[in-house]
């Protein structure tokens, strides 16, 4: 009785020590970005959950702001805003890639917003 009940505590504590693990290694962060209407909004979230670790993907188009839920262990906040770079997007501090801005739709590119 006494192997069973010490086999039953070690699976529990195993089973419970990766679920925190496993939540602890998930990140989110929020990036302001340069996009101005729904066909940004579509762009960035069709190509950026395909990035290497990356979970989920939300743009606010009225606050300007992606929010990136990623696996820490997968990837980082520099490769993600790099992504949004190459898809010629500003992300924070970085500008769009000229290349890419120029790639955009016309509704995409109003306001300069691949510029600083």
Same mark, same amino acid.
């Given at each position: ?9 070690? !699976?529990?504590?195993? !089973?419970?020590? $990766? ?44 606050? %300007? ?6 696996? $820490?262990? %997968?990837?980082?906040?520099? $490769? ?6 190459? !898809? ?14 120029? %790639? ?10 691949? %510029?600083?």
């Amino acid at each position: 009785m006494k192997t069973i009940l010490k086999s039953t505590f070690i !699976l529990f504590f195993l !089973l419970t020590s $990766s679920i925190l693990l496993a939540q602890k290694k998930t990140e989110t962060i929020v990036i302001k970005t340069s996009v101005v209407c729904d066909m940004c909004k579509e762009r960035i979230e069709k190509n950026l959950i395909f990035e290497k670790g990356v979970k989920e993907v939300v743009v606010d188009i009225s606050a %300007k702001t992606i929010t990136v839920k990623f696996k $820490s262990d %997968k990837t980082n906040a520099d $490769s993600i805003k790099h992504a949004i770079v190459k !898809l010629g997007y500003r992300a924070d501090d970085l500008p769009a890639d000229p290349e890419a801005f120029k %790639k955009l739709p016309d509704c995409c590119k109003k306001d300069g917003c691949g %510029k600083d």
